[in-house]
């Protein structure tokens, strides 16, 4: 149920992020984050990357678990689980990521974007200056 609601929160937000795209201040807000390593997608990356470490974690328990001859390997409860001592090293490490070439890819078309906005604003208040007769 909390997968299928996230997926719709996240359908909104994709839906309002192509409606709002036409601004400029829009596209100028989305690429600041994506150079700033935060905004809607950073998130999705990192909801992305937290799901990735609870399967790793979860794989690592069972692993552990299974390691033991003296346990019951019923995963979930307490004491049907190994209560033999786990060292702190062994346990893997949460790790998020941040990549500033594919953050670069990800904005290079609100990058021209932008430009092509600002060329066509400039050609035009050029234009509107030029054929003022002063």
């Known amino acids: 149920m909390y997968a299928e609601r996230l997926k719709q929160q996240i359908d909104q937000v994709n839906q309002a ?3 709002t795209r036409f ?6 807000q989305h690429l600041l984050e994506s150079f700033a390593g935060t905004g809607f997608k950073r998130h999705l990356q990192f909801l992305e990357n937290v799901q990735s470490y609870a399967r790793q974690f979860r794989e690592f328990i069972i692993d552990t678990d299974r390691a033991d001859p003296e346990s019951l390997h019923i995963f979930g409860v307490r004491e049907g689980m190994s209560q033999s001592p786990v060292p702190i090293e062994a346990v893997p490490k949460f790790e998020d990521t941040l990549s ?3 953050d670069f890819n ?3 078309g609100d990058l021209l974007l932008l430009t092509l906005f600002v060329i ?3 050609s035009g208040a050029y234009l509107a200056f030029v054929r003022v007769e002063i």
Do not use: H
Not at 23 to 28: A, E, G, M, N, Q
């Open 120 to 122: 066509v604003l400039l």
């Open 17 to 19: 992020r192509v409606i």
């Open 106 to 108: 990800a904005a290079a």
């Open 100 to 102: 500033l070439s594919k």
């Open 23 to 28: 601004s400029p201040v829009t596209i100028f």
